[in-house]
């Protein structure tokens, strides 16, 4: 438990990486906002997992040690959760071409693609109802794009 503590500690690094590349890219200033307060949260969060899995190994038996680290790993998570929603969010918005060969921006193009592609084939699939319309299901999985975060 102490080590996936410190393993899930250390990638929140990567999501605030990313979350920084996606806000100096969004066109719309109050998504950005979004994201950044977000990504704020992160390095709090993981560096209070680091601690809390580092007094858990000094002291293995207290059960308050375990409660702590169960509960800033659920804060943690909510924050990526949170803040990828807001990335998603911005790139559905439109990001800005800063010119050069940029990464961040092909995997929300391509993760945007695959949204929209998803989204028609759900609409032709959908059933038909009495009035022929088609009925869209409101718990459809989209993609998301923490798949394509690595």
Known sequence: M????KAIASNGNIIVRFAELIAERCVDKRMRADLQYYAEMI????????????????????????VMLMKNAQN?????????????????KGLRD???????QELA????????KERTLEQYSAPVGSKGL??????????TLAAYVK
């Open 76 to 92: 943690l998570m909510h924050a990526v959760k949170k803040t990828m929603q807001a990335a998603e969010a911005a790139c559905m």
């Open 109 to 116: 193009f391509e993760w945007k693609r695959k949204v929209y």
């Open 98 to 104: 800063l010119g050069e060969n940029d990464a961040a």
């Open 2 to 5: 102490i080590n996936t503590a």
């Open 43 to 66: 390095p709090t969060l993981t560096q209070q997992l680091r601690i809390i899995s580092s007094v858990k190994a000094a002291t293995p038996r207290d059960p308050s040690a375990d």
């Open 134 to 143: 088609r009925k869209l299901s409101r718990n459809a999985s989209a993609p």
